[in-house]
């Protein structure tokens, strides 16, 4: 090894020195000290300012004895309030996006308790925010969520990391001509005097933080049916023959999938959405997975484009992914490799020999 000049040597200890002086991840898989349960968000998206107003009671249960601070992610965000069980006002603090809550007493191993979090967030990631514009009047008013690996927590108060999962009610307040999108079965919807909608969408199974879900926007829905499972098709209007071409192989993919893993589809529910802009090609949220609208095209684009290889990935993480997590994100491989070697055999068993070995090439 070269010996380094000594500005480059005086710079690399100065850098050493300045990294080891950052506080190091101080809330984890190995230092979390309690269990998330569930949580009941509401929030208001304010699609023209791109913020969300919101309010989220998170009971949990406590993994050692005398847990007296509860400490969740939370990035950008304002916190306007905190109360306990008993609607106590509770005393908190937020620094390097954790927010820090005093608890009422100090809990044992094992007891349950709750807080209520209100606050409102603007989130730099995590929440991505489009509406029209003079110069771009055909951009669709339109927001969506994108939490791997570690983004909800810019909009959602909560622990963050893909260790703990938790039962999900969320509802969502919009004007009432907008449609939203989330994970689970939408359970209620009321309408309001003052021209807007409260969904209801629950998840009564657990997920982990970053699969949570959220769109709302000027959309338009089909649906198809594999077994007793709903499945729901969802793009901007005008759009239906191309969501139809690009998704129409998802009742065969579930069939095939359940088969080959002898554990059919978990879950009564699998809507995919495309959205504008989408800053990955797919997204595996639990039930509701999030779709880039450059995946849709019409029959006369194959055989030389096709989205099957997306459409595949992305239902194959509803098992492995969703299902069953990673404890960390140093095995995203695990999800990922799954998921990846799951589209090629579909492709195996849809097209042939060839098909298979030309995608692992």
């Not at 101080?26 to 107003?53: I, N």
């Not at 949570?212 to 709903?230: F, H, Q």
Request: hydrophobic share 40%; charged share 25%.
């Amino acid at each position: 090894m070269r010996r380094l000049a000594p500005l480059v040597a005086a710079t690399v200890l100065a850098l050493i020195a300045v990294l080891g002086a950052l506080p190091a991840a101080s809330h984890d898989a190995a230092s979390r000290d309690f269990d998330q349960l569930h949580l009941d968000l509401a929030v208001e998206p304010d699609l023209e300012r791109g913020r969300v107003t919101g309010h989220a009671t998170l009971r949990f249960q406590a993994l050692v004895e005398g847990l007296r601070t509860l400490r969740l992610h939370c990035v950008d965000t304002r916190v306007l309030a905190v109360v306990g069980e008993d609607a106590e006002p509770l005393t908190w603090s937020l620094k390097d996006g954790i927010l820090r809550i005093d608890l009422a007493a100090a809990l044992p191993a094992g007891r349950g308790s709750l807080v209520k979090v209100a606050y409102r967030s603007t989130p730099r990631r995590g929440l991505y925010f489009h509406r029209p514009t003079k110069r771009h009047p055909d951009t669709p008013l339109l927001m969506y969520s994108q939490g791997q690996s570690n983004d909800n927590r810019r909009w959602i108060p909560c622990y963050d990391l893909p260790d703990d999962r938790f039962a999900l009610d969320l509802r969502v307040t919009v004007p009432a001509e907008l449609k939203t999108v989330s994970n689970g079965r939408l359970v209620d919807r009321k309408e309001s005097d003052d021209g807007r909608r409260t969904d209801h969408w629950q998840f009564e199974d657990e997920t982990p933080s970053y699969l949570v879900s959220l769109i709302v926007g000027d959309l338009e829905t089909i649906t198809d049916r594999w077994e007793d499972t709903l499945l729901e098709y969802t793009a901007v209007p005008g759009h239906a023959e191309e969501l139809k071409t690009a998704l129409g192989e998802t009742p065969a993919m579930l069939d095939y999938f359940s088969g080959l893993l002898d554990a059919p589809y978990p879950w009564d529910r699998y809507a995919q959405t495309f959205v504008w802009d989408f800053i990955y090609g797919g997204m595996e949220n639990v039930t509701a997975t999030t779709l880039n609208m450059r995946a849709l095209h019409l029959p006369s684009a194959r055989p030389n484009y096709t989205s099957e290889g997306l459409v595949a990935h992305e239902l194959a993480h509803m098992w492995f992914g969703d299902l069953i997590t990673c404890r960390t994100w140093d095995d995203i491989w695990l999800n990922e490799g799954f998921a990846t070697y799951l589209t090629d055999l579909w492709f195996d068993h849809a097209y042939g020999r060839d098909a298979f070995l030309l995608r692992r090439r």
